[in-house]
């Protein structure tokens, strides 16, 4: 028995062959890509090289040599200045006072930035006057800011015992940079009146991006100043919060010139950092070796506390941000 329906069959079309032209475009494409992307880069990594990478490996080199900086390193010491590290008060010091710098950085310096933020991002009149105020200190160099407070804080003639003076505290005045218990403190006080003008403009770009209208939703609903601030403006200030921990904590480690034009050091190493130290035996004591021990040491805690900072603090950071990219493609 034969069907009465009709079968249509569908036409099949002829396949071309592959030439592989459409296989050849994208890849001289991506040549191209790659070819600019190495052009535009080895200009960098040359720089980075000669400027960086290259002086890292010669004073890994020299720190194993006793060597006064004249001629070339013949006296090889092996890693006598690196256990001479571990034993001298001097660095141990350095160390405590750095992490000491540290901590007050963040929990001192960086909270009144982010108040003095927070008061500047609302209406007030002046409030740009007050930005390039408080600013302003930032611009100055450390050198003009170290001279400016050595004179400040001059015994009995300086602004500061004077001005204590006037108001009836002169007990409070006396040797705020020659004496033991307070010159960390006094040099942690310039510290604060120099950096955190940085940043607070910081936080003030930070608050920038923070949308009003979820404020504006959250006051509808009931929510007071602080339950905003806590909820929605501190979530979202996060990764301008975590830059500036991390400006923060670098800076504190490799402090110089502040504390070389005001104290040196002193009075017996109680203000000295990692960074002055080297500077004593490298350019004073011509100890090239062990200040090239020290400079090691300084960057690998710089760099371990990158990394891990990197690592467990702002990789969300810079997930999110690669994210986004991809997402606006």
Do not use: C
Request: aromatic share 14%; glycine share 10%.
């Amino acid at each position: 028995m034969t069907s009465t329906g009709t079968h249509h069959e569908r036409p099949v079309l002829a396949e071309k062959p592959d030439t592989g032209g459409s296989n050849r475009r994208p890849l001289a494409r991506r040549a191209r890509d790659w070819l600019t992307a190495f052009t535009f880069t080895v200009p960098a990594l040359v720089l980075f090289g000669l400027l960086v990478f290259a002086p890292i490996l010669y004073a890994l080199y020299v720190s194993f040599f006793n060597w006064s900086g004249f001629g070339t390193p013949s006296d090889f010491a092996g890693a006598d200045n690196y256990t001479r590290l571990l034993d001298d008060p001097v660095f141990l010091g350095d160390l405590w006072r750095g992490l000491l710098l540290v901590l007050l950085s963040v929990g001192i310096q960086l909270p009144f930035a982010l108040a003095m933020a927070v008061l500047l991002n609302q209406k007030l009149r002046g409030r740009a006057f007050y930005r390039m105020l408080f600013f302003a200190p930032y611009v100055l160099s450390e050198v003009i800011t170290g001279v400016l407070f050595s004179m400040i804080f001059a015994p009995d003639e300086g602004l500061a015992d004077r001005t204590l003076g006037a108001i009836g505290l002169d007990g409070l005045g006396g040797l705020w940079l020659a004496d033991q218990d307070n010159v960390l403190a006094t040099v942690f006080l310039v510290m604060m009146w120099k950096y955190f003008g940085f940043h607070m403009m910081l936080y003030l770009a930070g608050l920038q991006g923070v949308p009003a209208e979820l404020h504006e939703a959250a006051r509808i609903d009931g929510a007071g100043p602080w339950q905003r601030f806590r909820h929605i403006t501190l979530p979202l200030l996060g990764p301008t919060i975590r830059i500036s921990v991390f400006l923060s904590v670098i800076g504190a480690i490799q402090l110089f010139d502040l504390v070389w034009v005001m104290t040196q050091g002193g009075p017996d190493h109680h203000s000295e950092t990692m960074a002055v130290t080297l500077f004593q035996f490298g350019f004073k004591r011509y100890q090239i070796g062990y200040a090239s021990a020290i400079s090691i040491a300084m960057f690998l805690i710089s760099l371990v506390f990158a990394l891990a900072y990197q690592r467990f603090v702002l990789r969300r950071d810079t997930e999110g941000a690669l994210t986004s990219m991809r997402g606006n493609r």
